[in-house]
Protein backbone atom coordinates (compact mmCIF):
# COMPACT_ATOMS: atom_id res chain seq x y z
CA UNK A 1 0.00 0.00 0.00
CA UNK A 2 1.31 3.07 -0.77
CA UNK A 3 0.59 5.24 2.24
CA UNK A 4 0.36 8.96 0.17
CA UNK A 5 -1.91 7.94 -2.34
CA UNK A 6 -4.08 5.98 0.51
CA UNK A 7 -3.95 8.93 2.50
CA UNK A 8 -5.47 11.12 -0.74
CA UNK A 9 -8.22 8.63 -0.90
CA UNK A 10 -9.35 8.22 2.55
CA UNK A 11 -9.27 12.26 2.88
CA UNK A 12 -11.82 12.31 -0.18
CA UNK A 13 -11.53 15.49 -1.55
CA UNK A 14 -11.41 14.68 -5.12
CA UNK A 15 -7.69 15.40 -5.49
CA UNK A 16 -6.16 15.71 -8.90
CA UNK A 17 -3.28 13.70 -9.08
CA UNK A 18 -1.94 16.21 -11.61
CA UNK A 19 -1.78 19.30 -9.12
CA UNK A 20 0.16 19.60 -5.93
CA UNK A 21 -0.70 17.56 -3.09
CA UNK A 22 0.82 17.05 0.07
CA UNK A 23 0.61 14.41 3.35
CA UNK A 24 2.24 14.97 6.47
CA UNK A 25 2.42 13.10 9.80
CA UNK A 26 1.62 15.49 12.49
CA UNK A 27 3.36 14.66 15.93
CA UNK A 28 2.44 17.55 17.50
CA UNK A 29 1.24 21.02 17.21
CA UNK A 30 3.36 24.09 18.49
CA UNK A 31 1.15 27.38 18.37
CA UNK A 32 4.15 29.89 18.85
CA UNK A 33 5.10 28.63 15.23
CA UNK A 34 3.45 30.63 12.21
CA UNK A 35 0.88 29.26 9.76
CA UNK A 36 1.38 25.79 8.65
CA UNK A 37 4.66 25.30 10.62
CA UNK A 38 2.70 25.07 13.56
CA UNK A 39 2.09 21.40 12.89
CA UNK A 40 5.03 20.06 13.45
CA UNK A 41 6.35 16.53 11.37
CA UNK A 42 7.41 14.69 8.54
CA UNK A 43 6.18 15.01 5.13
CA UNK A 44 4.93 11.58 3.57
CA UNK A 45 6.50 10.74 0.39
CA UNK A 46 5.28 9.46 -2.46
CA UNK A 47 5.41 5.64 -2.52
CA UNK A 48 5.89 5.34 0.65
CA UNK A 49 5.23 1.42 1.71
CA UNK A 50 6.70 0.77 5.12
CA UNK A 51 4.46 2.70 7.64
CA UNK A 52 4.43 2.34 11.12
CA UNK A 53 0.92 1.42 12.54
CA UNK A 54 0.87 3.03 15.22
CA UNK A 55 -2.59 6.13 15.93
CA UNK A 56 -1.17 8.99 14.27
CA UNK A 57 -2.53 11.71 12.98
CA UNK A 58 -2.21 13.43 9.54
CA UNK A 59 -2.87 16.20 7.39
CA UNK A 60 -3.78 15.92 3.42
CA UNK A 61 -3.28 18.78 1.06
CA UNK A 62 -5.60 18.00 -1.80
CA UNK A 63 -5.86 20.28 -4.72
CA UNK A 64 -9.12 19.44 -6.98
CA UNK A 65 -10.42 20.49 -10.35
CA UNK A 66 -9.44 24.04 -11.21
CA UNK A 67 -11.63 26.69 -10.16
CA UNK A 68 -11.99 24.74 -6.53
CA UNK A 69 -10.48 25.77 -3.08
CA UNK A 70 -7.39 23.49 -2.10
CA UNK A 71 -8.70 21.24 0.91
CA UNK A 72 -6.65 20.83 4.20
CA UNK A 73 -8.26 17.63 6.11
CA UNK A 74 -7.05 15.49 9.10
CA UNK A 75 -6.87 11.88 8.44
CA UNK A 76 -6.06 9.54 11.01
CA UNK A 77 -4.54 6.22 11.35
CA UNK A 78 -6.17 4.03 14.71
CA UNK A 79 -3.99 1.46 16.01
CA UNK A 80 -4.69 -1.35 13.61
CA UNK A 81 -3.38 0.78 10.28
CA UNK A 82 -7.01 1.91 9.25
CA UNK A 83 -6.74 4.96 8.19
CA UNK A 84 -10.31 7.43 8.69
CA UNK A 85 -11.24 11.02 7.31
CA UNK A 86 -11.99 13.25 9.92
CA UNK A 87 -14.15 16.17 9.97
CA UNK A 88 -11.35 18.47 10.86
CA UNK A 89 -10.68 20.36 7.31
CA UNK A 90 -10.74 24.10 5.87
CA UNK A 91 -10.18 25.47 2.76
CA UNK A 92 -7.80 28.03 0.81
CA UNK A 93 -10.22 30.41 0.11
CA UNK A 94 -9.29 33.10 2.60
CA UNK A 95 -6.08 33.34 4.63
CA UNK A 96 -5.79 31.01 7.86
CA UNK A 97 -6.05 27.42 7.34
CA UNK A 98 -3.82 26.35 9.96
CA UNK A 99 -5.39 28.70 12.74
CA UNK A 100 -8.99 27.56 11.69
CA UNK A 101 -8.18 23.72 12.34
CA UNK A 102 -5.72 23.97 14.80
CA UNK A 103 -8.21 23.12 17.97
CA UNK A 104 -9.20 20.09 16.50
CA UNK A 105 -6.08 19.22 15.44
CA UNK A 106 -5.00 19.21 18.80
CA UNK A 107 -7.44 17.11 19.79
CA UNK A 108 -7.02 14.60 17.54
CA UNK A 109 -3.73 14.49 18.77
CA UNK A 110 -4.72 13.68 22.20
CA UNK A 111 -6.78 11.17 21.74
CA UNK A 112 -3.51 9.41 19.06
CA UNK A 113 -1.42 9.82 21.83
CA UNK A 114 -4.40 8.13 24.64
CA UNK A 115 -4.75 5.26 22.12
CA UNK A 116 -1.32 4.65 21.83
CA UNK A 117 -0.82 4.56 25.37
CA UNK A 118 -3.93 2.42 25.86
CA UNK A 119 -2.26 0.09 23.59
CA UNK A 120 1.14 0.21 25.18
CA UNK A 121 -0.68 -0.72 28.62
CA UNK A 122 -2.70 -3.56 27.25
CA UNK A 123 -1.39 -7.07 28.68
CA UNK A 124 0.16 -9.38 25.74
CA UNK A 125 -1.69 -12.18 25.34
CA UNK A 126 -0.44 -15.52 26.05
CA UNK A 127 -0.52 -18.81 24.77
CA UNK A 128 -1.76 -21.43 27.22
CA UNK A 129 0.46 -24.81 26.32
CA UNK A 130 -2.33 -27.71 25.17
CA UNK A 131 -1.07 -29.66 27.70
CA UNK A 132 -2.69 -27.24 30.38
CA UNK A 133 -5.92 -27.26 28.16
CA UNK A 134 -6.06 -30.32 28.06
CA UNK A 135 -5.14 -30.56 32.11
CA UNK A 136 -7.68 -28.04 32.72
CA UNK A 137 -10.71 -29.31 30.86
CA UNK A 138 -10.30 -33.03 32.20
CA UNK A 139 -10.12 -31.83 35.87
CA UNK A 140 -13.38 -29.35 35.01
CA UNK A 141 -14.93 -32.81 33.46
CA UNK A 142 -13.76 -34.82 36.28
CA UNK A 143 -15.44 -32.41 39.03
CA UNK A 144 -18.73 -31.81 36.88
CA UNK A 145 -19.03 -35.49 37.00
CA UNK A 146 -18.04 -36.79 40.25
CA UNK A 147 -19.29 -33.17 42.06
CA UNK A 148 -15.99 -32.89 43.55
CA UNK A 149 -15.95 -29.34 45.47
CA UNK A 150 -12.14 -29.10 44.75
CA UNK A 151 -13.32 -26.80 41.60
CA UNK A 152 -15.99 -24.75 42.93
CA UNK A 153 -17.24 -23.43 38.87
CA UNK A 154 -16.16 -26.63 36.74
CA UNK A 155 -19.01 -25.48 34.36
CA UNK A 156 -16.89 -21.97 34.50
CA UNK A 157 -13.31 -23.29 33.91
CA UNK A 158 -14.93 -25.50 30.92
CA UNK A 159 -16.23 -22.81 29.12
CA UNK A 160 -13.12 -20.68 29.44
CA UNK A 161 -11.05 -23.52 28.02
CA UNK A 162 -13.53 -24.03 25.29
CA UNK A 163 -13.67 -20.11 24.46
CA UNK A 164 -9.87 -19.95 24.59
CA UNK A 165 -9.38 -23.24 21.97
CA UNK A 166 -12.03 -21.56 19.64
CA UNK A 167 -10.92 -17.59 19.40
CA UNK A 168 -7.21 -18.01 20.35
CA UNK A 169 -6.40 -21.39 18.99
CA UNK A 170 -9.10 -21.63 16.31
CA UNK A 171 -9.94 -24.68 17.00
Known sequence: MDLYLALLVTAGDGADLHQKNWAKYVY???PELPGGYMYVGDFVRTGSIEVEIQPTVFIVYSTPAAGEPAIYRAVVMDADGELRRTDVWTDDSRPGWALR?????ITLLARAEMDADL?????TPTTIPRETLAFLRSEALTAMETGDDVLVYPDILLT?????EETVLGR
Open 160 to 164: LVEYY
Open 119 to 123: RAAAP
Open 28 to 30: MVN
Open 101 to 105: IREGM
